[in-house]
């Protein structure tokens, strides 16, 4: 494909680079110089005005019907149409394109399709626990497909941006809170979605965001600012942008923050000095939803033609779901304030991505000739159930496993109890694109087909998923996404306790609406809501072997429930085919093999709490506690549930680490290896995870940081060998003076199936 990083890094999977490195500068392709020469030559055609449609990405909706987008297409205003999905309407639009307006630049069409199209996947928050590219880019490529299918050409995805903030609500869409991982399923994501070249029936361009750290918002509120050192930016936060951008993808969403006081949208330093300059991005850049406008509330801009000449001069290409740029600009190029250049320059950036999306070659290449339009956009047989059912599966993580309550035998009486037992909404998660709730299997169900007979199954609702009116007007706002059972909360414990009594065994299917895990959703309590914790209390109290199923789209405090269920299991928003995989899991017809990507806090007042912090001057040790130590006096320092941590149904022991030499040096590389063997009686999979430490370094270095990883899939008594490259990139960080430097001397290499629990082993670098 052609790649908007000519110079793209192959990197091995087992050990790749997170630097951010000034690119070389690329000689173009040929490709590339063919669609220089015609982007040019297709300018020099153009008029102003037409250069400034280019600019205009609208959502069709209330605000912009059809009819008024017929004149526009017209009059050459716009450049692109998002949230329209079926390959008859968007057909409507190219065909006015092609034969009303006077150059006919095709359109592009993009839509969030964030964790499929159709069939719906696990939010990326559950796909990041699979620690499986495999499964990822089976997602890719069936959200691809089904998304091409339906005559998109764009998807505004992966969200790469990591966070440590589960109070933000968008820790749902992104890959969690590590660098390296978020980097690896960022760039998976990409190559998956855009296959050999996005211009292929069956792919679509991807639009990395939000450019940049919008995971790192001030205490977890939404759209808030952004204060960051250098180092920190270079070494955490900013490489899954720069990996996604080096796999190929062709737009970066910008994003809605501020950073070290400039918002983004009008971030020089950000679009243009170091995505043009530095990385040599050639695709677009997108302002997110009305980001143009909200600069005069971010106190930069003085008026709505000052937020312009801003965002174009920063480097915003394309201005989404505002009339702004088509309003301001041709005044402020005749002004003076904007150059013609600078209009140039932001079309050249959206007719390239439109020559890689094959548009000009055929405007209808994701539609297909007239007369091939499904007739039935939902129809089953457009979903691709088998590849969900085994991705959800993958996703889940067995958190806790009490005298191996799990699996469950397909017999006897169960108790299903929850408001989200039987939520076909609430089990797609948030941004499920244009899945159909209706078409999305429940834990009940999933659960009723896995015993068919041989078990009998007890439901009840036992509360609502809030009593709270607030929050559940606030999670009706924009669609009716919470049913409020009406009868009394205790009418609906009494039902619940009466039920968990006649049974064995009790699965309780608790946590958040997708509405609390998604934009706009930040929280201060990340417990489950209290009508739940009391329904949880009540039916502990019948003294039932307890099974919690999670369903939720950030790291919860779940302490208490921690001490109240024998077994639990973290299942995200697990998608169309959530209940199959959940029930798959819960009878051990699958094994579960997910791993978090967050670290679960024992309380919202450790916050943020991650894996990779520094080290102190005064560490805790609670072997030999000291008040004079960095700790909070009323809770432990450790989390409730450790990054990269989970449980399966057989046991994985690993041997000592060996390493290729005692020494490093230069550019040459070193191997460590371990011996992971199933020492359990099942089949099953685990992450071998690969940390380092740099012990002694001119600035405190992370306690560990990922660097590698493998998923290994053993057969009972099977031993494999698991070895990870090391090289230089691997220990380098961001020095005082930000250049990218090792520095010789001792390096810890530690190897786990979980951050915490790991063997170590030490080499010198020289
Ligand atoms: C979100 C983006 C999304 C866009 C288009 C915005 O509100 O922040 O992530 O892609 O809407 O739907």
Same mark, same amino acid.
Request: charged letters at 20%.
């Given at each position: ?379 089953? $047989? ?5 590849? %969900?059912?085994? @991705? &959800?599966? *993958? /996703? #889940?993580? !067995? +958190? ?25 909404? $609430? ?5 499920? %694109?244009?899945? @159909? &709730?209706? *078409? /999305? #299997?429940? !834990? +009940? ?322």
């Amino acid at each position: 494909m052609k790649s908007m990083f000519p110079y793209a890094l192959i990197l091995p999977l087992t050990l790749f680079s997170t630097t951010l490195f000034a690119e070389p500068i690329p000689h173009p392709s040929q490709s590339e110089q063919q669609r220089d020469q015609f982007v040019t030559s297709l300018l020099k055609k153009m008029t102003l005005d037409e250069k400034i449609g280019q600019l205009r990405l609208i959502s069709v909706g209330p605000d912009t019907p059809k009819s008024v987008i017929k004149q526009m297409i017209e009059k050459g205003q716009v450049g692109a149409i998002f949230n329209t999905v079926t390959r008859s309407d968007i057909r409507v639009m190219q065909d006015q394109v092609m034969q009303l307006s006077r150059l006919k630049i095709p359109l592009f069409f993009a839509y969030d399709v964030v964790h499929g199209q159709r069939t719906i996947f696990p939010i990326p928050l559950g796909l990041a626990a699979t620690w499986d590219t495999q499964a990822v880019t089976s997602v890719g490529r069936v959200s691809a497909l089904e998304a091409a299918q339906d005559g998109l050409n764009m998807t505004w995805a992966p969200m790469v941006d990591v966070s440590h903030e589960p109070r933000w609500g968008r820790n749902s869409e992104g890959f969690g809170e590590d660098t390296y991982l978020t980097s690896i399923m960022g760039k998976t994501m990409v190559e998956a979605m855009q296959g050999k070249d996005p211009a292929d029936r069956n792919s679509v361009m991807t639009s990395v965001k939000h450019f940049a750290l919008y995971g790192a918002v001030e205490g977890g509120r939404e759209y808030n600012s952004v204060d960051m050192s250098s180092q920190q930016m270079f070494q955490h936060y900013l490489p899954p942008y720069q990996t996604a951008l080096q796999a190929g993808s062709g737009g970066v969403m910008v994003s809605l923050n501020s950073i070290n006081g400039v918002p983004a949208t009008a971030n020089h330093w950000l679009l243009t000095d170091l995505l043009r300059h530095q990385w040599h991005f050639k695709g677009i850049t997108v302002s997110d939803h009305g980001a143009i406008k909200e600069l005069i509330n971010h106190g930069v801009a003085s008026d709505p033609a000052d937020a312009v000449r801003i965002a174009i001069k920063a480097g915003i290409d394309m201005s989404m779901s505002d009339q702004y740029y088509s309003q301001y600009l041709p005044g402020l190029v005749k002004k003076g304030a904007v150059t013609s250049a600078e209009i140039d320059n932001a079309a050249r950036h959206v007719l390239n991505v439109k020559y890689d999306m094959g548009l000009f070659r055929d405007a209808y290449s994701h539609l297909g000739p007239v007369g091939s339009d499904p007739k039935d956009t939902n129809a089953e $047989d457009r979903l691709h159930r088998q590849e %969900a059912r085994q @991705v &959800a599966a *993958q /996703s #889940i993580v !067995l +958190l806790k496993n009490w005298h191996h309550i799990l699996p469950l035998q397909k017999q006897g009486t169960i108790a299903v109890i929850g408001p989200l037992a039987d939520s076909q909404r $609430d089990i797609m998660g948030s941004w499920s %694109a244009a899945g @159909v &709730a209706q *078409q /999305s #299997i429940t !834990l +009940l169900q999933g659960m009723r087909e896995a015993v068919g007979s041989s078990a009998t199954l007890l439901y009840a609702k036992g509360s609502n998923i809030t009593d709270n009116s607030k929050v559940q007007a606030f999670l009706n706002l924009y669609e009716p996404a919470v049913t409020v059972d009406q009868r009394s909360p205790q009418q609906l414990r009494d039902e619940a306790v009466a039920v968990a009594k006649k049974a064995d065994v009790v699965v309780m299917a608790v946590g958040e609406s997708q509405g609390m895990a998604h934009e706009a959703s930040s929280r201060t309590d990340i417990r489950i809501p209290k009508a739940q914790r009391e329904l949880i209390d009540a039916v502990k109290a019948t003294g039932k072997p307890l099974v919690l199923v999670l369903m939720n789209g950030r790291a919860l405090d779940i302490t208490q429930q921690d001490g109240q269920a024998d077994g639990i299991l973290e299942t995200w928003f697990s998608g169309t085919e959530g209940g199959h995989a959940i029930s798959d899991i819960l009878f051990g017809d699958q094994n579960p093999s997910g791993k978090l990507p967050v670290t679960f806090p024992r309380s919202v007042g450790q916050l943020p709490l991650y894996y990779n912090h520094l080290p102190t001057g005064r560490p805790y040790d609670f072997t030999h506690p000291n008040k004079y130590t960095s700790h909070y006096f009323d809770i432990n320092n450790s989390p409730l549930y450790p990054f990269g941590y989970g449980l399966s149904y057989t046991d994985f022991t690993l041997s000592p680490v060996t390493l290729s030499s005692p020494t490093m040096t230069g550019h040459h590389t070193l191997a460590a290896s371990v011996m992971v063997t199933n020492s359990g009686k099942r089949a099953g999979a685990t992450v071998v995870q690969l940390y380092l430490h740099d012990p002694v370094a001119s600035l405190s270095r992370p306690v560990k940081e990922l660097k590698g990883f493998q998923k290994v899939w053993l057969q009972p008594g099977q031993s494999k060998t698991v070895t990870f490259t090391i090289d230089k990139n691997a220990l380098s960080f961001w020095n005082q003076e930000m250049k990218w430097v090792v520095e010789p001397g001792q390096f810890e290499v530690m190897i786990g199936t979980d951050s915490v629990h790991t063997q170590i082993k030490s080499f010198t670098y020289q």
